[in-house]
Nanobody, 122 residues
Framework: VQLVESGGGLVQAGGSLRLSCAAS????????MGWFRQAPGKEREFVAG?????????NYADSVKGRFTISRDNDKNTVYLQMSSLKVEDTGIYYC???????????????WGQGTQVTVSS
């Protein structure tokens, strides 16, 4: 499975961005999908995960609950992260991840994307 992120960029605090992750490979839709981020000098941390797109199969880090929404389109093999009310502390490299276990945690990730930079200015 190959994962390719897009949609990062520079945005002012309070703004919005939507990240996309295109997955390739016949079995891509079988994986639990998620987003992680890594700020400079910090460890990579979980942001959001999705197993189903019916609202019951998602989870979020406390720091992004109510501001970020993860979704997936299995027909397009794509996972999205809609980010709203962005804060300076949301700055980092955002990585798409595919895992074979739920809930998704770093140790269970089978595949990583290359990452996309998100910078939130004050």
């Amino acid at each position: 499975v190959q994962l390719v992120e897009s949609g990062g960029g520079l945005v002012q605090a309070g703004g919005s961005l939507r990240l996309s992750c295109a997955a390739s490979g016949r079995t891509a839709t079988r994986y639990v999908m998620g987003w992680f981020r890594q700020a400079p000098g910090k460890e990579r941390e979980f942001v959001a995960g999705i197993i189903r797109d019916d609202g019951s199969g998602t989870n979020y880090a406390d720091s992004v609950k109510g501001r970020f929404t993860i979704s997936r389109d299995n027909d397009k093999n794509t996972v999205y992260l809609q980010m709203s009310s962005l804060k300076v502390e949301d700055t980092g490299i955002y990585y798409c991840a595919a895992a074979s276990r739920w809930p998704i945690i770093k140790q269970f990730v089978n595949y990583w994307g290359q990452g996309t930079q998100v910078t939130v200015s004050s």
